[in-house]
């Protein structure tokens, strides 16, 4: 039997005005979710236990199968897992952001315009990154590259005591009460605004017209994780497919096979055909477990982009759902399939919640009248269902 999760990334959302008081997954257009909703179990589910943050970190682990409060150890040494970066247990790591913040004013009054840098290129990243870490590492910490604007910082021999707020939680605020405490990290993000803001990656990216990643951001601190492999935790094998190094590291310190998509981007714009390939590919080749993580609709919301949510949620029912269910329905073979987002991410406040969310779970060899229904967070609500432990989905996508 076949076991598949397709994992929304923030698209269960609050009711929009400028989409007639209604949400992202009750306007669009999804007829082949909603074909699943009306077959399988729909509910809702608690991803974040109540004393954890809603990070997509947290989040993904629960719908992966691993109780976050057992497992979870900070979100970059799940990065740091993907880029291959070796760590000690004495290490503490960091997400380190590429953003754009405001040029006029002194660094502790500047703004956060874009925590992303308009999703600025991995080529171009990269040579940021490479200045950055040529500028200030030492023995105690180094930088390292990952995709687009997600990077890494390692500081090694340093306890985990640090309290750092994300850049996607602050867009167009002043970062003034979000600095960092220590202030290490604070002139380590000082000394990179000098650093950036004139290097030519971003006059270069000026002149085009886009916004110039000119400052590091460091937040996401965490330890060495310690994750069972999914092997040993449900006897099963198989395979991640994402664009991002958090999902990715994921994978990797879970012992399953990672998938490098080429033009997975994690956005609206990223290769959804070749990540439905990629998954076909990895059933026909023997993978009984597959973990299709989808960006697109969290980036959305972060940036306040109703439509192109709306569309994410669109595309991801066409180009990955549709095939997927089609190869499936023809390959003779029973399947389960486990459809869900990790968190809400909802565009009125652009960040995540802890709020439960709605969830599809269809299996092929439960035969049961189909009911027309649409997949939303008020019909999951409405059916009573209620999983309070998310992690607990995996048993029942798995039969065990």
């Not at 199968?65 to 990065?79: A, F, I, Q, V, W």
């Not at 290490?184 to 990179?192: A, E, I």
């Not at 110039?212 to 449900?234: C, H, M, Q, R, V």
Request: hydrophobic share 35%; proline share 6%; net charge negative.
């Amino acid at each position: 039997m076949k076991h598949i999760v397709i994992l929304l990334d923030g698209a269960a959302d609050t009711p929009v005005a400028e989409l007639g008081n209604k949400t992202p997954l009750e306007v669009a257009n999804k007829p082949n979710i909603d074909k699943l909703a009306g077959l399988g179990e729909m509910g809702m589910a608690t991803t974040v236990p109540g004393n954890l943050p809603p990070g997509s970190d947290v989040a993904n682990l629960a719908v992966f199968g691993y109780d976050p409060m057992k497992y979870y150890t900070g979100r970059s040494p799940l990065e740091a897992l993907s880029m291959g970066v070796h760590l000690e247990l004495s290490d503490t790591t960091f997400r380190t952001n590429v953003v754009t913040l405001s040029e006029d004013e002194p660094y502790e009054e500047k703004t956060m315009i874009d925590y992303s840098s308009d999703e600025i290129t991995t080529e171009e990243s990269t040579q940021l990154i490479a200045a950055v870490n040529e500028a200030l590492k030492t023995d105690e910490y180094e930088f390292f590259s990952g995709i687009s604007y997600r990077h890494l910082m390692v500081w090694h021999n340093k306890e985990n005591n640090f309290k750092l707020t994300p850049p996607h939680d602050i867009s167009d605020r002043k970062v003034t009460e979000y600095l960092p405490e220590d202030r290490v990290l604070l002139d380590l993000m000082k000394k990179s605004y000098e650093i950036l803001k004139d290097h030519p990656v971003n006059i270069a990216r000026k002149e085009r017209g886009l916004r110039p990643a000119n400052s590091i951001w460091i937040w996401g601190n965490g330890t060495k994780p310690n994750l069972a492999t999914f092997d040993e935790l449900y006897g099963v094998r198989g395979s991640v497919i994402s664009a991002v190094d958090l999902i990715k590291g994921i994978g990797t310190g879970a012992g399953l096979n990672v998938v490098d998509v080429i033009g997975a981007t994690g956005n609206v714009h990223t290769n959804f055909d070749g990540k439905a390939e990629a998954a076909i590919s990895e059933l026909k080749n023997g993978a009984d477990f597959i973990y299709v993580h989808l960006e697109a609709p969290d980036e959305a919301g972060h940036r306040h982009e109703i439509d192109n949510k709306v569309k994410a949620i669109e595309l991801i029912d066409e180009k990955i759902v549709a095939p997927i269910l089609a190869y499936l329905e023809g390959s003779g073979e029973e399947f389960s399939m486990l459809l869900m987002p990790d968190h809400p991410t909802p565009l009125a406040i652009r960040t995540h919640t802890s709020d439960p969310v709605p969830y599809i779970l269809y299996k092929s060899d439960v035969c049961g009248e189909a009911s027309p229904t649409s997949y939303t967070e008020e019909n999951a609500k409405n059916t009573g269902i209620v999983t309070e432990h998310g992690y607990t989905l995996m048993n029942k996508l798995l039969g065990k």
